[in-house]
């Protein structure tokens, strides 16, 4: 399978506990962006990538969130001391040219208890 | 915060009509994308329009823009009940070398077989 995949798909955690999320893009991509999408809304950015450099953050992007390229391939996304409202669904995505489509992997569900 | 805004908000049809999904947005645009997303499951591009262009065919979606109006349409003809599924539409703006694509809140389609 080419397309993107993104692990865990689903992820429990405790308030206060750190996490990590991995996305593996289609492999000739050179962007890749994350998103967080919540119940009944549609996705929101929170970071993009153009190989290695991370070019754009969003305000929705805490301090508690860190993301990272190296080498311009897989992307990890962490969150560190969990809260409530980090529970959602973290979206990966990644395109070829910059004004082409994004493809966009199945999604880490995240629910922190 | 999220540009695009899909009317209605919930849709139920039957099997064989058609559905219809309005977007309107705020700010130009370079592009505007339209995406469905199975419940709990990514999201998969369906079709892409430049703002250059007032309509778009793909199989049985046809995609109209409105730069004037700042609006989109998405028709579904001949609807399935695999159809069901939540549609958002997406505005693409190119700012700074890439591409910020922002989300509306989406279109919940039910097709009743």
């Known amino acids: 399978d080419t397309g993107v995949s993104q692990d865990p798909r689903h992820k429990i955690t405790k308030r206060g506990q750190n996490v990590t999320f991995r996305c593996d893009p289609i492999?000739?991509?050179?962007?890749l962006y994350w998103y967080r999408q919540t119940l009944g809304q549609g996705p929101e950015f929170l970071t993009y990538?153009?190989?290695?450099?991370?070019?754009?953050k969003s305000r929705l992007l805490s301090d508690r969130f860190s993301a990272e390229r190296p080498k311009g391939s897989f992307s990890t996304l962490e969150i560190q001391r969990t809260e409530q409202g980090d529970s959602a669904m973290y979206l990966c995505?990644?395109?070829?040219?910059?004004?082409?489509?994004?493809?966009f992997g199945p999604g880490t569900r995240l629910t922190v208890t | 915060s999220q540009q695009g805004e899909e009317d209605p908000q919930a849709l139920s049809i039957q099997e064989g009509e058609n559905a219809t999904m309005n977007c309107s947005y705020k700010?130009?645009?370079?592009?505007l994308q339209w995406y469905r997303q199975n419940s709990g499951r990514g999201l998969v591009h369906l079709i892409l329009?430049?703002?250059?262009?007032r309509e778009k065919h793909s199989g049985r979606l046809r995609v109209t823009l409105d730069t004037s109006k700042k609006s989109s349409s998405l028709l579904i003809t001949a609807s399935r009940a695999a159809d069901t599924a939540s549609y958002f539409c997406?505005?693409?703006?190119?700012?700074?070398?890439?591409?910020?694509?922002?989300f509306g809140i989406g279109t919940k389609l039910q097709v009743i077989p």
């Open positions: 997406a505005t693409v703006d190119v700012l700074v070398g890439y591409q910020k694509v922002t």
């Open positions: 995505a990644s395109s070829s040219g910059q004004l082409d489509e994004q493809y």
């Open positions: 700010t130009s645009i370079n592009n």
């Open positions: 492999s000739e991509h050179n962007r």
């Open positions: 329009i430049r703002s250059n262009e």
């Open positions: 990538f153009q190989n290695e450099a991370q070019l754009e």
